[in-house]
């Protein structure tokens, strides 16, 4: 794990160092293979572009234990108090965080960078019980997810190989399971079953009562390995996935075996060259297609039955996107939000979110937004520098903007019970309601 770590915080110093000084290096700006910033997608015809949104219902969830609160990672129509304020903002423990939340029974879920599980009363933020479930000498750099049942079991897979299953009435470890390879990315329940994800390209199906596999999936390895992951989506008895190397695979949940696979290559290159390939917003089920996003400007709307895709475009995201009715909301890589029609992938319509955020002291110079999610009808994404932003679901237009001291949002947050919970930079949980 000490090794991970190291790799870890060296990417971090690669990824967060910057120049003071302003010098133009000499030399021809070329793009980067795999990394770039597509093209606004084609603009549909105007009366595409002038039709009105209707949200769905607003709906309040009280449980969220998985990517958008389903196993589809469809989007959901959230209620919330308009002019919501803070109501609490508590440490979990250690940062950074690399795990995403979960709530039911009441109670908020939460992991930090050692490996500490915390369980937070949702009605007044006070802490309930903790658990140290990294096994190993603190080293701030664990990764993962989890996620839940019906019957309160926590499922968590590790960086350090292990997955979990915890009672949360009593905190006692029910099984665990050393699969000698890091996961990415949170485990998913489905029909007896406990899927994950690992960073070689696995799907491994473990029996919930036990942790014994029941089957494994493997696709070609990719090479260059990334900190996130989606997870699968579910369909039928199939299991849609999405790998680093580019293969989206339809999975029987009973054996595994795949019923079709595609490839989908980054913008910039062809079948034959070699970049940089990385999913990791999660597949979502719409009208009996997947949706399926790579971080690498490419988007495709495929058959979920048949594999056949319907059509793609350079359209590039790293977060999971907002499905409602025949439309995608889709947080770009370089800030800005785009509609598109999931009828052909054209463009409804684009905004820049940065615009409407002051910017003191150049905080948002790289600034990381997380998102989208759909609260009281409107399309909101956050920033690590404490913005929000609400669009108008059928124009783009902004509606408004806030700004929260000490709301560096690092991951999505999720809404339960009209309180919109999420965690910070500083290992915070800090809530809205």
Sequence with gaps: MKLIGSALLCVS?????????????????EPIPGILQAEAPELGPSSMRSAVIVPPAITSLSRHVCTSGNKQHSAINHKMNPNGQRLSQISIGSGPILTDLIAFGGNVYAIDANGILNCVSQKDCHPVWKKNIAEQPDDGVFSGGMTADENGIIYVGTNIGTVFAIDSKNQKELWKKDLKVPMKGPPLCVTGKVIVTTVNNQTIALDIRNGEILWTKTVTQEPTMMSESSTPAVFGNSLICAYPSGDVMSLNIDDGSDTWNDVLFPANMSQSGSTISHFSASPVIWNGFVLVSMAEARMALIDAITGTRSWDREIGTSSTPAVIGNWAFILNNDGSVTCISLKDGRRKWVTDVKSACVDKNNALVGAKWIGP?????????FNNAGHSVALDISTGRIKKQRFFKGAQIVRTPIIIDGKLFALTERAELYVIG
């Design 13 to 29: 110093a690669l990824l967060f160092t910057s120049c003071d000084k302003k010098e133009k290096l000499p030399g021809k700006r």
């Design 373 to 381: 999610v759909i609260i009281n009808g409107e399309i909101v994404v």
